[in-house]
């Protein structure tokens, strides 16, 4: 099972700051890492496919990068709606799995 | 645009059985994927089970095997987990959504079912 690992676990911060989420996996997953958002009370949001693919209708401050075993999620300047938990996936092998998640709180 | 819808949650007790349905508006139901993820009470996703758009193919998280099994109806533009000797860990919102493929993202979510399993 492909394992990932997510840091920070939680994060504290002020709008116009930049945030920065990294999500490393066990293995090599190539580029199949993926990106949500879930805000609280939601279902989970699809922001990034593809390690870096924003998808239609989520703010250009929301962007990924990296392949094979560190990814990143970054949000170039907070804002108050992003207070949310931030999760990576993985689809490159069975079992699909989760990173355990980055609560992003608004200082 | 497709929008999913799920039902079919309550309280069940351990070893007892519950069938969640996932209903999908949209067209062109049998050209995607589906998968089943849970989220226990405060905690991360988890994904549950995996079928094809044919339904031809299915994946299921060792958690579950043997006991849930995911079908879906083309025709009625619904998908099914029927949940067997469910256990107190089996307590959490499943959520479907919907994929490409195995290895694409999830790019559409339903709101939610309650599953509570308790004595």
């Known amino acids: 099972e492909i394992v990932l690992t997510q840091s920070p676990n939680f994060q504290s911060v002020s709008p116009k700051e930049r945030v920065t989420i990294t999500c490393r996996a066990s293995?090599?997953?190539?580029?199949?890492l993926h990106w949500y958002q879930q805000r609280p009370g939601q279902s989970p949001k699809l922001l990034i496919k593809?390690?870096?693919q924003s998808m239609s209708g989520v703010p250009s401050r929301f962007s990924g990068s990296g392949s094979g075993t560190v990814f990143t999620l970054t949000i170039s300047s907070l804002e108050a709606e992003d207070a949310a938990a931030y999760f990576c996936h993985q689809s490159s092998a069975l079992p699909l799995t989760f990173g355990g998640g980055t609560k992003v709180e608004i200082k | 645009e497709v929008q999913l819808f799920e039902s079919g949650g309550g309280v069940v007790q351990p070893g007892g059985s519950l069938r969640l349905s996932c209903a999908a508006s949209?067209?062109?139901?049998?050209?995607?994927?589906m998968n089943w993820v849970r989220q226990a009470p405060g905690k991360g996703l988890a994904w549950v089970s995996h079928?094809?758009?044919?339904?031809?193919?299915?994946y299921y998280a060792d958690s579950v095997k043997g006991r849930f099994t995911i079908s879906r109806d083309n025709s009625k533009n619904i998908m099914y987990l029927q949940m067997n000797s469910l256990r107190v860990e089996d307590t959490a919102v499943y959520f479907c959504?919907?994929?490409?493929?195995?290895?694409?993202?999830?790019?559409?979510w339903g709101q939610g079912a309650r599953v509570t399993v308790s004595s």
């Open positions: 293995q090599s997953v190539g580029n199949s």
């Open positions: 949209g067209v062109a139901f049998h050209s995607y994927a």
């Open positions: 593809s390690a870096s």
């Open positions: 079928i094809s758009g044919s339904g031809g193919v299915t």
């Open positions: 959504a919907k994929s490409p493929t195995v290895i694409g993202a999830f790019d559409v």
